[in-house]
């Protein structure tokens, strides 16, 4: 079995300590953070994601495999900054209402913050009100959405209108992403820039930024 094979196991079985030391032993033998994250941690999660979808994975066991890629994620966070520490602009993130996943927008708001841009955390269910009003709040330049389920989707687009209802919509540049948002989405929604991963948002975010 490879290496990024053991680490899924263990990410899925919820191992954690055992996923410490593999992460920590890939890191030894000279694979790059990047490589760790998407070929162990985040495939984990995808092979988690088909387990749920076929039952063969519930809620709790699903849960435990999320704590655990995140305790992995934590020896990877140092070493996946990219950044010059120049700041690049404010981001509120967070994940849109109804939804609870954050692993991935908690992953974005990491690498934004690596590479200079001030995050805000609004953390998860956000209501459009909440992210208008986060948005005035810190006078952020970019607002970032993160959706997971297709039910909560049309949030984002809801979201859009209330910072055109409030008049705020012209002041600031609108990211989305999550696993079943695509470009198509992003475009029929009015959003200013799609991301398919956390390294695409930082790439999506600095285009925006320089427009
Ligand atoms: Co849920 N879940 N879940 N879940 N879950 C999915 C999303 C699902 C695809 C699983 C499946 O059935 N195959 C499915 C959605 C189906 C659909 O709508 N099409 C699903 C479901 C159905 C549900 C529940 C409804 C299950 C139930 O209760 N019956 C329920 C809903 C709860 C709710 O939100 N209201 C639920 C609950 C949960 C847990 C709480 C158990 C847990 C979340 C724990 C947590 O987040 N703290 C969970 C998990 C872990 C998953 C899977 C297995 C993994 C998600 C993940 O963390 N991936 C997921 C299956 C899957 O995605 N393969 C699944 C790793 C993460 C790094 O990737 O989040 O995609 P991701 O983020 C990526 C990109 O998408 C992108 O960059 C990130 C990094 O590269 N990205 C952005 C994300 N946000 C971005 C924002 C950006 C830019 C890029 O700009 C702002």
Redesign the pocket.
């Given at each position: 079995m490879s290496l990024f094979d053991t680490i899924k196991e263990s990410v899925e079985r919820g191992r954690k300590d055992e996923l410490l030391s593999l992460v920590q032993q890939g890191l030894d033998d000279g694979h790059p953070a990047q490589e760790i994250l998407q070929q162990g941690l985040?495939a984990a999660?995808?092979v988690?994601?088909?387990k749920?979808?076929q039952e063969e994975m519930f809620?709790p066991e699903?849960?435990r495999?999320?704590k655990t890629?995140e305790a992995g994620l934590e020896i990877l966070r140092p070493l996946l900054a990219v950044g010059d520490l120049q700041v690049s602009g404010t981001v509120v993130?967070g994940t849109v209402k109804?939804?609870?996943?954050?692993?991935?927008?908690n992953?974005?708001a990491m690498l934004l913050s690596s590479a200079g841009f001030e995050v805000v955390d609004a953390g998860i269910n956000v209501t459009p009100e909440a992210f208008v009003e986060k948005v005035r709040e810190t006078g952020a330049d970019f607002l970032?959405?993160?959706a997971?389920?297709?039910?909560?989707m049309p949030q984002m687009q809801l979201t859009l209108k209330a910072l055109s209802d409030a008049g705020i919509r012209d002041q600031v540049s609108v990211?989305?992403?999550?696993?079943?948002?695509t470009q198509d989405w992003a475009d029929r929604i009015g959003a200013d820039g799609y991301?398919?991963?956390?390294g695409?948002?930082i790439k999506v975010a600095k285009e925006l930024g320089a427009l």
């Open positions: 985040i999660m995808d988690v994601g088909v749920m979808e809620i699903v849960l495999a999320a890629m993130i109804g939804d609870l996943h954050d692993i991935g927008k992953l974005v970032g959405m993160s997971l389920l297709t039910t909560t990211l989305v992403g999550g696993a079943p948002v991301a398919s991963d956390a695409a948002a």
